[in-house]
């Protein structure tokens, strides 16, 4: 049997608590989606005044990146570079930077997703969040 690293609620709660801070010290509005290694929603946050449609975004993008074992963005380059066809890659749906996978000991623990401001911000929340791990 291996041993795997997994994000427990109280990790969740750490990165969403982190992520929050840091997207309030910006001003800005997003929802916050953490996910297990299998991309199943740990914790759902919709900060005030964030988009409707970001609540969907945000844990689309942090499924794609658990999925993945990478960040959501190595996947809209792939599609923007010409490789239309992964368009057709079966449950990845948020194949938009954001979203950012949770790595311990080369292992993926899970991933945050953001959705809300600009992609290089979303990321910028998710980071900040998976720092508060101290990992």
């Known amino acids: 049997m291996q041993t795997k690293q997994v994000l427990s609620l109280d990790d969740a709660r750490a990165i969403a608590t982190a992520a929050e801070a840091e997207a309030r010290a910006n001003n800005w509005a997003v929802t916050i989606a953490v996910v297990d290694d299998g991309g199943h929603l740990l914790w759902l946050q919709r900060l005030d005044n964030a988009a409707p449609v970001s609540a969907y975004i945000a844990p689309a993008k942090a499924r794609t990146a658990a999925l993945g074992r990478r960040e959501s963005k190595g996947y809209e380059d792939m599609i923007n570079n010409g490789r239309a066809s992964f368009l057709s890659a079966p449950e990845l749906e948020g194949m938009l930077e954001g979203g950012v996978p949770v790595m311990v000991n080369g292992q993926c623990a899970?991933?945050?997703?953001?959705?809300?401001?600009?992609?290089?911000?979303?990321?910028?929340?998710?980071?900040?969040?998976?720092?508060?791990?101290?990992?």
């Open 110 to 135: 899970g991933a945050v997703g953001v959705s809300g401001v600009k992609s290089s911000e979303d990321v910028q929340i998710a980071r900040a969040g998976i720092a508060a791990l101290k990992i």
